[in-house]
């Protein structure tokens, strides 16, 4: 079993920052990519960072520039650093990542349960 478990939302005022974490843990033989996903009330899930296993990063333009994914291989976790906050920002945010487990040949994809995050203005 492959488990994600994010860590780090709350609650911040508009201009704040904050830090989120999410570590993968189980029968875990490699990791490919790793992101974060946001969803609003009442809005889609959308990508917001993800970074390839070779550290290569991508945003959503309306996090460049404020926002900055990492990923430190050797603890099976990413990071998303987060800010210039703005309520725009609120949102759930989810933690996907690409990974093979031991026993199996293949890549899946996992999921975090998901963490709050509240700008307030």
């Known amino acids: 079993q492959v488990q994600l478990v994010e860590s780090g939302g709350g609650l911040v005022q508009a201009g704040g920052s904050l830090r989120l974490s999410c570590a993968a843990s189980?029968?875990?033989?490699?990791?490919?990519?790793m992101g974060w996903y946001r969803q609003a009330p009442g809005k889609q899930r959308e990508l917001v960072a993800r970074i390839t296993s070779a550290g290569s990063t991508n945003y959503a333009d309306s996090v460049k520039g404020r926002f900055t994914i990492s990923r430190d291989n050797a603890k099976n976790t990413v990071y998303l650093q987060m800010n210039s906050l703005k309520p725009e920002d609120t949102a759930v945010y989810y933690c996907n990542a690409l990974i093979r487990g031991r026993l199996v040949t293949r890549e899946n994809d996992y999921w975090g349960q998901g963490t709050q995050v509240t700008v307030s203005s």
């Open positions: 189980g029968s875990i033989f490699s990791i490919n990519a």
